[in-house]
């Protein structure tokens, strides 16, 4: 049976006709959009091809995307499961069985064999589960309504998955009928998809069925077409600017900006769609509107102007309006930074984001918003000067004094007074403890300096430090746009460390640690960095330090800092530390490991006040309070601080102790 011969010379026409109609409304939006993502300044070469291919196809196949998304709480990634698995069956479905066969007339020669006939018995069962997981996508966004999804209640949404709704209930139409009018997929006998065979017995008029089969033949391939020209349309373009963007994304580390042309003052930052990278606009096209950024990031969490999810939509937004400008060489009409309208990034929500990266580890098309953000402040710090008042402090002291306290270098080494110290020199010590900022001037943090110092010494360890020569490694410039005095910081540090034959550095903060590692990585230094807590976990493996517990801890709970955790995938070693000092598991908060919650510092505000919406750190503090913990375990300076600060807020310093993990292992050494 082929409803398509059946209609003579039209129905060929037809069929054919519908087919390139629909595919010409898809190529002509998808030639659009290219050549408004093509807008985009050239960016970084993507390298490894057919590695990244098979990952992408990995990725989809799997749906890691999801995967990383379902917990407990949240449950919705199961239904798109569902319906993804079963498409792929589907789309496999189309091409041979109803583009070739019925296009090209020749479903004898594609149907009577036994492929056809296992497929059929393949569709049978992946038809129920689209539907099912279609109707679990209405219910989770029309009737449970999680608060990511507050507002997509749109119409848009409810015709995408109608029309997911209509490909198996149409598809088990057509191979029902043609079971009723005795023409059962070949191959197999009397083995007929059981489905299929069920729904046949409806069909109980000889003289209708062939006028049955043929509405859900016609219907059927209609609605595939349908979805054909609503892809690039619709939010269904997600399945392919998803998967592209998952092939074309940076290789790791997540968020660090691309290094700028500082002779090119044309690329000082974005604040234009047009200066964004390529790439940059490709993310803006891939989001699904899920949501998942916004309900881990701490800013919108909080109550702050930003929302990870409609920066994304007001650049795409802004390329779309804005595009067939610029395309004609005229000027922009909507600006991107700052309007209060869509399409426009509020200024606010800018300076809101602490860098965290919560938003791309959920993010299930990979999206890089960080990157994103931090092109616009470097245009408003280096084009404008327009940055929020307290930072103009910060930018002078690190520019002029290396240290955002502007404190004299000299003071540098003050904190290792009372004990000795080695300078770092090239064949006489192996590790350059790089100290950093907080670690050198701040009272607090210059006791956990000292700790590192013990441990090392405990451990054997030749080390050294560059005492007052050491600068400010930089992340927070970078973080905050300042990307000028930034790269000059880098390439005195840079200097300094190649002059001194610096080969193995130790760091104490892991804004630190990313920097030297990932940030001077781009400058082409290929030195080993480690950050405290995993080099004190090869201490312990090597039984190079002798532990003899520690009693007056009480239970202890780790937080994980953004820059350890999400930045660096340093997840396990502190807590291995602990539990070896302490000899018992750490307690954990509810947000943890790369779901945690930060500290509220990131990304610069270590050194911003937060005026808008509850604090970062108070959020923190009262959600490690829950746990009941008598110690809070903390790897970063600016965990410390904001952890101590928000204790002391909410008058809980007299129950609770925050102690950096290098305190409570040397309060261990023997
Ligand atoms: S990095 Fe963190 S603060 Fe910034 S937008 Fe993403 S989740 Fe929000
Ligand atoms: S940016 Fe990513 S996580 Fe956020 S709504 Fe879009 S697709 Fe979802």
New binding site residues.
Partial sequence: MNPVSDLGALGFVLFWGLTALAAGVFLFRGYQLFRLVSLGRRSEKFGQVIKRALTALGHVIIQKCQFKNITREDRGGVGHLFIVWGFLFFVTYYFFFIVIASGFGIPDVMEHNKIYGYYTWVMDFVAPFIVIGTVWGIIRRYIVKPARLKGQQTAEALIILITVLIHPITHVGKIATQIAAGHPPAGLGILTPPLSTAVSHLYTNAATIAKWHSFWFWSHWVFVLIVLGMIAYTRYL?MIAGALNDLLRRTPPKGTPERIDLNDPSSFGVDRVDNFAWKQLLDSV?????????EICPATFTGKKLN??LV?RDIKTNMLKNGPFITKKQAPVLPLIGENQEGSVPMEAIWACTTCGG?ME????Y?E?VWEIIDMRRHLVQMQAKFPDELLNLFENTEQRSNPWGIAPADRAKWASGIETKPFEAGKTEYLFYVGCAGAFDARNRHISLAIARILDAGGISWGILGKDELCCGDSLRRLGNEYVFDRIAKDNIKMFQDRGVKKIITECPHCYHTLKNDYHQYGTDWEVIHHAEFIRGLIKEKRLKLNGNGDLGKVLFHDSCYLGRHNGIYDAPREVLARTTSHTPAEMKRRLNRSFCCGAGGGHMWMEESIGKRINHERVEEALKEDPRTICVCCPYCMTMFEDGIKDLKASEKVQVLDLAEIVARALQ
Avoid: D, F, L
Wanted: with cysteine; glycine share 4%.
């Fill in positions: 997600h891939a989001c699904v509107v899920c949501g998942y950024c916004q990870p999810r994304i938003c959920v993010c299930p098309v999206i918003h």
